[in-house]
T-cell receptor
Framework: EDKVVQSPLSLVVHEGDTVTLNCSYE??????LLWYKQEKKAPTFLFML????IEKKSGRLSSILDKKELSSILNITATQTGDSAIYLC?????????FGKGTRLHILP | DGGITQSPKYLFRKEGQNVTLSCEQNLNHDAMYWYRQDPGQGLRLIYYSQIVNDFQKGDIAEGYSVSREKKESFPLTVTSAQKNPTAFYLCASSPGHNQPQHFGDGTRLSIL
């Protein structure tokens, strides 16, 4: 059965710390991997990764895909309280998308 | 502004009642999706549609039904056959398959 597994499920750090969120996938006919941030209601899109080893960056956030290890990481440097959210990872296969359970990140001031 | 509108924000269902959740998008996207989110469960796919007048079951379609008569609209009906409907329901759309999805603000459904 296809699955997307995120770790850790929950994380608490202090403002200014750097965090690394993990996502592993077992998906037949894998097409791409996506990261979303969900604060209260609607998840907002962060990154879409299709090629292995190419880092995508947006401000303090960056992400990379490793197709050999079937995994991806999301890094957040110099964390701020506004980074507190649930971070969702999802994998597209040929016909549909599969989401992980998310990592709940809490940043302490 | 372009976006996805879900209504209502909160909905209560009585025993034996069907309820319909609305999802409208003005992004001119071909694909639309419905998800259910329970605490600690992430997003689970209920139904999806890649084109008007066509839709497919997701992982948890039992007790739900959809229609896609117009490109802009993808309503979800929670039927009385869904025995545990209390959840947060999210609608999303994308230009096509394998492209980033845009989400609505969700509908929270509870049982009376």
């Amino acid at each position: 059965e296809d699955k997307v597994v995120q770790s850790p499920l929950s994380l608490v750090v202090h403002e200014g710390d750097t965090v690394t969120l993990n996502c592993s996938y077992e998906v037949t006919n894998f097409r791409s991997l996506l990261w979303y941030k969900q604060e209260k209601k609607a998840p907002t899109f962060l990154f879409m990764l299709t090629s292995s080893g190419i880092e995508k960056k947006s401000g303090r956030l960056s992400s990379i895909l490793d197709k050999k290890e079937l995994s991806s990481i999301l890094n957040i440097t110099a964390t701020q309280t506004g980074d507190s959210a649930i971070y969702l990872c999802a994998a597209y296969r040929d016909d549909k998308i599969i989401f992980g359970k998310g990592t709940r990140l809490h940043i302490l001031p | 502004d372009g976006g996805i509108t879900q209504s209502p924000k909160y909905l209560f269902r009585k025993e034996g009642q069907n309820v319909t959740l609305s999802c409208e998008q003005n992004l001119n996207h071909d694909a639309m999706y419905w998800y259910r989110q329970d605490p600690g469960q992430g997003l689970r796919l209920i139904y999806y549609s890649q084109i008007v007048n066509d839709f497919q079951k997701g992982d948890i379609a039992e007790g739900y039904s959809v229609s896609r008569e117009k490109k802009e609209s993808f309503p979800l009906t929670v039927t009385s056959a869904q025995k545990n409907p209390t959840a947060f329901y999210l609608c999303a759309s994308s230009p096509g398959h394998n492209q980033p999805q845009h989400f609505g603000d969700g509908t929270r459904l509870s049982i009376l």
